[in-house]
C-alpha cells in the first residue's frame, strides 16, 4: 500500500474520449465528481472514418450530451434539417465540446491497461504512469468490435482490411478494389474510392440495396401520425427505441438481440445515390465463401442458385460492421475481462450500464446488445451519460 501514497486516487477515470466518453464527463463533473478522460478527443472519428465522409444522422440526432444542453452541434454550428454533417466538421465540434464542457479533466495519455488493486480500478498508462479510480467507464467506440468475415481470415494486411483501417483513400487510385457490404459504410466508402479514383465494385448478399427517403420537414398531419420522426428515424419502433432505450433491457435476451440486429438494417443514405450510381458496379446476392491471396485477391462466391464464381481484385475491404465481444476490450485485464464476460460475450448491465463488476460500466456500441439501437448512434449518448452518472454519484456515496 505503501507505494500508492504518490498515486493519483480520482472517483471517476473515463477511458475513451469520443462522443459518449465526453458526454459521460461533462455530466460526472458537473455532478461534482472528480473526474478524468483519458484519450485524444474524437479520434477515432478523426482517424478511423474515410475523408469527406458525410454524416448519416440528422444535425438535430448528433448532439453530444452535457447536462444544460448548452454545448449541443447547433451551439457549434447551425445545420438545416436533412443537411449532412461532414465528419471532418463533427471532429472539430467535438473538440470545441471538450474545451466547453471538459477542459483540463481530459488527459490525452493512452490507457493500456486496467485492473484492481486495494479495491480500485488501476489504470496503467502508455508513459508508465498509474491511476487508481474507485469507480470507471469504458466508452471505447465501435474499433475494437470490427468484424470480419471468417472467409477473408487468410488474407494478409496488405490484401484485405476493414472500412475502420481506413481514412485516406487516395492510396487506392488506380487501383482495383472490392468492397463487401451493403450498409451505409460500404457504400460511401465505394463511393468514395471511386471518386478517388480507384475502380470499385461492391459485392453483398442483399438482393437489392436499399436507400433512405429524402427527409421532408414538413409533412402532413397523417403521414406524422403514422410515421412520426425521432433522433433514429421515422417510424413508431425508431421513436419507442429513442425514447425509451431503458426499457429495452427489461426485454428477453432473444427480443433484445433481434431488435439491435434488424432496426435501422443496411441502407445508404438519400444524398449519396446519386453519386454511387454509374461510379461503382454492384454484385448482389452472392456470399462470399472463401478467399485466397496469390498475386492478388481472389473471391469465392456463390449465389442463391448454388452456382459459384471467382472473383479477382487487388485489395477487398469489409465494411461487414461491428459485433460487440467483451473478449476483444484488450485494455481490460483478464480478471476484469473474464468476470464482465461472465453472462456472455455481451455484457449484461444494470439500469445505470455498469457491468457484473461494481463501480465498471460501459457505454456506446458495447451498451447496445442492454439498451437497444440507440445505443449505435450519437444520439444515444446524453441518455447513457445521465444514467451512468447517477450511478456513478451513487456508488460514490454509499462507499
Excluded at 330 to 345: C, I, Q
Amino acid at each position: 500500500m505503501e507505494e500508492n501514497l504518490h498515486t493519483p486516487v480520482i472517483d471517476v477515470a473515463i477511458v475513451g474520449a469520443g462522443p459518449y466518453g465526453l458526454s459521460v464527463a461533462a455530466h460526472a463533473l458537473d455532478a461534482g465528481l472528480d473526474t478524468r478522460i483519458f484519450g485524444k478527443p474524437m479520434r477515432a472519428w478523426e482517424y478511423h472514418m474515410p475523408q469527406g465522409m458525410l454524416l448519416k444522422s440528422e444535425p438535430d440526432a448528433s448532439h453530444i450530451g452535457d447536462p444544460d444542453r448548452r454545448h449541443g452541434l447547433d451551439a457549434f454550428h447551425r445545420y438545416a434539417y436533412g443537411e449532412p454533417v461532414p465528419v471532418e466538421k463533427f471532429v472539430a465540434y467535438g473538440k470545441w465540446f471538450h474545451m466547453r464542457a471538459v477542459g483540463p479533466a481530459l488527459d490525452e495519455s493512452e490507457v493500456t491497461n486496467i485492473g484492481m488493486e486495494d479495491g480500485m480500478f488501476a489504470l496503467t498508462l502508455a508513459s508508465g504512469a498509474c491511476v487508481l479510480a474507485r469507480t470507471a467507464v469504458l466508452a471505447l467506440g465501435f474499433l475494437p468490435f470490427s468484424h470480419r468475415p471468417g472467409a477473408l481470415a487468410g488474407l494478409p494486411p496488405e490484401a484485405a482490411t476493414h472500412s475502420c483501417d481506413h481514412h485516406e483513400l487516395s492510396g487506392f487510385s488506380g487501383r482495383d478494389v472490392t468492397v463487401v457490404g451493403a450498409g451505409q459504410s460500404a457504400l460511401e466508402t465505394a463511393t468514395l474510392l471511386a471518386e478517388a479514383g480507384a475502380s470499385v465494385r461492391v459485392v453483398a448478399r442483399a438482393n437489392a440495396l436499399a436507400w433512405n427517403t429524402v427527409p421532408v420537414e414538413r409533412r402532413p398531419v397523417m403521414s406524422r401520425m403514422l410515421a412520426p420522426r425521432s433522433g433514429l428515424g421515422t417510424g413508431w419502433p425508431s421513436v419507442a427505441w429513442s425514447r425509451i432505450p431503458g426499457a429495452v433491457r427489461y426485454l428477453p435476451k432473444a427480443a433484445r438481440s433481434h431488435i439491435v440486429r434488424t432496426t435501422l438494417g443496411p441502407a445508404g443514405s438519400w444524398w449519396l445515390r446519386e453519386r454511387f450510381h454509374g461510379s461503382v458496379a454492384v454484385t448482389l446476392g452472392t456470399r462470399l465463401t472463401a478467399s485466397e491471396y496469390r498475386d492478388g485477391v481472389r473471391l469465392h462466391l456463390r449465389d442463391g442458385s448454388g452456382s459459384t464464381t471467382t472473383l479477382e481484385t487487388e485489395h477487398v475491404i469489409a465494411a461487414t460492421g461491428y459485433r460487440v465481444d467483451v473478449g476483444r476490450i484488450g485494455v481490460l485485464h483478464e480478471n476484469l475481462r473474464r468476470a464482465v464476460a461472465a453472462s456472455g460475450p455481451r455484457p449484461r448491465l444494470s439500469r445505470t450500464f455498469e457491468t457484473s463488476v461494481p463501480g465498471l460500466h460501459l457505454v456506446g456500441l458495447a451498451a447496445a446488445p442492454t439498451f437497444g439501437p440507440a445505443m449505435r448512434f450519437v444520439f444515444g449518448c446524453d441518455f447513457a451519460a445521465r444514467r451512468v452518472t447517477r450511478g456513478l454519484v451513487g456508488r460514490l456515496r454509499r462507499s
